[in-house]
């Protein structure tokens, strides 16, 4: 099995490269369009020769599930820093292609004003609270002149556990206040509200955000498990990365992810949070 720890600077990917973190980012998937029901925004008009682009594409997810609605026409292009998890079996599709590109760099020329669509998703645990605005700037500069930003994310600290009356979670709780303290240390501490703002000073049009809270009941477990999982592997990849004060072992994050999975099941708690989806247009 390969592993493959993130890079240590700018843009920094705050979990582990391995087969796990393909299988988590597949749920986590499934389970945010659940809840959002779209690919593409309702109000993005579609034509036959669209370019789209994914930044922070992963495994490509998003990609796959577009590439079986639109026409074979349009151009699909992934970007991400790393091509560790990119489901490299999508590429046999004429009009899908994947890209290295640090969202904190500025894109090729050869990119630059072409695409009708970008797509990005989480990239909270990636990006530095400072790095936002530089990010936001190198993607709207892809977009063609009527074109589209969305972006998904979410503020990791948002995320709560709930239990019954009476009821303590203890060990989910002790996990999460290590993850939080170990994110703001290594300033990940995204005000995702803020990035409406950011959309707006990047010179996008009719930008509006909208709040999704993960609520069905039927997909509990696997929010549970990505939340558990999202943790563990974050806790991981900061561990080999940095010295850490409250971890001083891989079993340690093992013997805490055990415990939370003991409280989701023996005690009724279980994980909730929001994500955000915020959306603007290139001035045509």
């Given at each position: 099995m390969t592993v493959t720890v993130p890079n240590n600077g700018p843009g920094e990917y705050?979990?582990?490269?391995?087969?796990?973190?393909?299988?988590?980012?597949?749920?986590?998937?499934?389970?945010?369009?659940?809840?959002?029901?779209?690919?593409?925004?309702?109000?993005?008009?579609?034509?036959?020769h669209m370019r789209i682009a994914d930044v922070g594409t992963g495994t490509g997810a998003w990609l796959r599930e577009l590439a079986a609605v639109v026409p074979e026409t349009c151009q699909l292009d992934g970007f991400d820093i790393s091509d560790d998890l990119f489901d490299k079996s999508l590429t046999q599709r004429t009009?899908?292609?994947?890209?290295?590109?640090?969202?904190?760099?500025?894109?090729?020329?050869?990119?630059?004003?072409?695409?009708?669509?970008?797509?990005?998703?989480?990239?909270?645990?990636?990006?530095?609270?400072?790095?936002?605005?530089?990010?936001?700037?190198?993607?709207?500069?892809?977009?063609?002149?009527g074109g589209h930003l969305q972006w998904s994310d979410c503020a990791p600290q948002g995320c709560v556990v709930k239990a019954p009356p009476g009821v303590t979670p203890t060990r989910a709780i002790r996990m999460m206040e290590v993850f939080y303290k170990t994110l703001d240390s290594l300033g990940k501490t995204p005000e995702i509200h803020n990035l409406l703002g950011i959309f707006q000073k990047s010179?996008?049009?009719?930008?509006?955000?909208?709040?999704?809270?993960?609520d069905k009941p039927e997909m509990r477990d696997e929010l549970n498990l990505t939340i558990t999982n999202v943790?563990?592997?974050?806790?991981?990849?900061?561990f080999r990365l940095h010295k850490l004060e409250d971890i001083q072992s891989e079993q340690q994050i093992a013997d805490l992810r055990d415990g939370v999975l003991e409280d989701?099941?023996?005690?009724?708690?279980?994980?909730?949070?929001?994500?955000?989806?915020?959306?603007?247009?290139k001035p045509l």
């Open positions: 705050l979990l582990v490269r391995d087969a796990a973190e393909k299988e988590r980012l597949e749920m986590q998937f499934r389970l945010w369009q659940s809840h959002l029901g779209y690919l593409l925004h309702p109000t993005i008009e579609q034509h036959e009009n899908l292609s994947f890209h290295l590109q640090n969202v904190l760099q500025p894109f090729p020329e050869e990119f630059v004003g072409k695409y009708d669509v970008v797509n990005v998703r989480l990239l909270a645990v990636a990006l530095s609270s400072n790095e936002w605005p530089t990010a936001v700037r190198n993607v709207v500069a892809l977009l063609r002149p010179e996008l049009v009719s930008c509006k955000m909208e709040t999704i809270e993960l943790m563990a592997h974050g806790l991981t990849a900061s989701l099941r023996t005690i009724g708690c279980y994980f909730s949070y929001s994500f955000y989806l915020v959306i603007g247009q």
